[in-house]
């Protein structure tokens, strides 16, 4: 397993950088310069999803550039952090979710590799968006870390960067769903193009619009996940050291 982590830049502060390496690709620069770090004293590739400084928004994310840096680097299975909102009793602030299941509700963000001619045109099977090694490797390894993170769960994916309105999370969860965040798509499909085996650990960060009393702020977001950024940083480092050829 030669892994890769995308997140957001305060993730990036919980490892010791050992190099960066400029990269550009034929869908232009990356969000952030690829960063090999020591993950428990494994090597592994993070990613700052929006950049360092956080600067680019869920829409205006060069997701294509991002993927095809981390194949170009050899990386085979990739690990994306995302924040999301709870749509379901049980997922509390804090609460960390593998999902097992997506629906994409962005538009207009470049979603394929296969498009204008800079690749063959493929029709990928993505039936099952997570189902790779990667994700129960994750499962293994929060529960070797202590940590407890749910099994399975349905992420909307929709084109922020606001946040919803109650009447769409009521929505999101007549569909079905039982999360909500900005990043995983067209970040997964990507990946499945790519032949990268792709896993979402989620922490969620806030119930949705509507379902607790008063506003949703960004400073009790921020306190949430860098609350929570212990517990995920301890799952990354079992998961980086559950394969001696990592």
């Given at each position: 397993?030669?892994?890769?982590?995308?997140g957001g830049t305060g993730a990036l502060e919980m490892f010791r950088k050992l190099r960066s390496t400029a990269m550009t690709?034929?869908?232009?620069?990356?969000?952030?310069?690829?960063?090999?770090?020591?993950?428990?004293?494994?090597?592994?590739?993070?990613?700052?999803?929006?950049?360092?400084?956080?600067?680019?928004?869920?829409?205006?994310?060069?997701?294509?550039?991002?993927?095809?840096?981390?194949?170009?680097?050899?990386?085979?299975?990739?690990?994306?952090?995302?924040a999301v909102g709870g749509l379901v009793p049980g997922l509390s602030a804090g609460t960390m979710v593998a999902p097992d299941?997506?629906?994409?509700?962005?538009?207009?963000?470049?979603?394929?590799?296969?498009?204008?001619?800079?690749?063959?045109?493929?029709?990928?099977?993505?039936?099952?968006?997570?189902?790779?090694?990667?994700?129960?490797?994750?499962?293994?390894?929060?529960?070797?870390?202590?940590?407890?993170?749910?099994?399975?769960?349905?992420?909307?994916?929709?084109?922020?960067?606001?946040?919803?309105?109650?009447?769409?999370?009521?929505?999101?969860?007549?569909?079905?769903?039982?999360?909500?965040?900005?990043?995983?798509?067209?970040?997964?499909?990507?990946?499945?193009?790519?032949?990268?085996?792709?896993?979402?650990?989620?922490?969620?960060?806030?119930?949705?619009?509507?379902?607790?009393?008063?506003?949703?702020?960004?400073?009790?977001?921020?306190?949430?996940?860098?609350?929570?950024?212990?517990?995920?940083?301890?799952?990354?480092?079992?998961?980086?050291?559950?394969?001696?050829?990592?």
């Amino acid at each position: 397993m030669k892994l890769a982590v995308i997140g957001g830049t305060g993730a990036l502060e919980m490892f010791r950088k050992l190099r960066s390496t400029a990269m550009t690709t034929p869908f232009g620069a990356p969000s952030d310069r690829p960063r090999q770090v020591d993950v428990g004293g494994s090597e592994v590739w993070f990613l700052a999803r929006h950049g360092d400084p956080h600067r680019i928004p869920p829409h205006k994310i060069n997701y294509r550039a991002n993927i095809h840096a981390l194949k170009v680097l050899g990386v085979d299975s990739v690990l994306a952090i995302n924040a999301v909102g709870g749509l379901v009793p049980g997922l509390s602030a804090g609460t960390m979710v593998a999902p097992d299941q997506l629906i994409d509700y962005t538009w207009g963000r470049a979603h394929t590799f296969s498009d204008g001619g800079s690749a063959p045109l493929r029709h990928i099977d993505f039936t099952h968006p997570f189902d790779g090694p990667l994700r129960e490797r994750l499962l293994v390894a929060a529960g070797r870390a202590g940590h407890e993170v749910v099994d399975g769960g349905c992420h909307a994916v929709t084109q922020g960067p606001r946040l919803e309105t109650a009447a769409e999370v009521s929505r999101l969860a007549a569909d079905g769903c039982d999360l909500v965040g900005m990043t995983a798509m067209p970040e997964a499909a990507l990946a499945r193009e790519a032949g990268l085996d792709y896993a979402s650990l989620c922490v969620v960060a806030n119930a949705g619009a509507g379902l607790e009393d008063g506003p949703i702020t960004e400073d009790d977001i921020h306190r949430v996940l860098q609350a929570a950024m212990r517990n995920v940083k301890d799952v990354i480092v079992a998961l980086a050291g559950s394969d001696p050829g990592n």
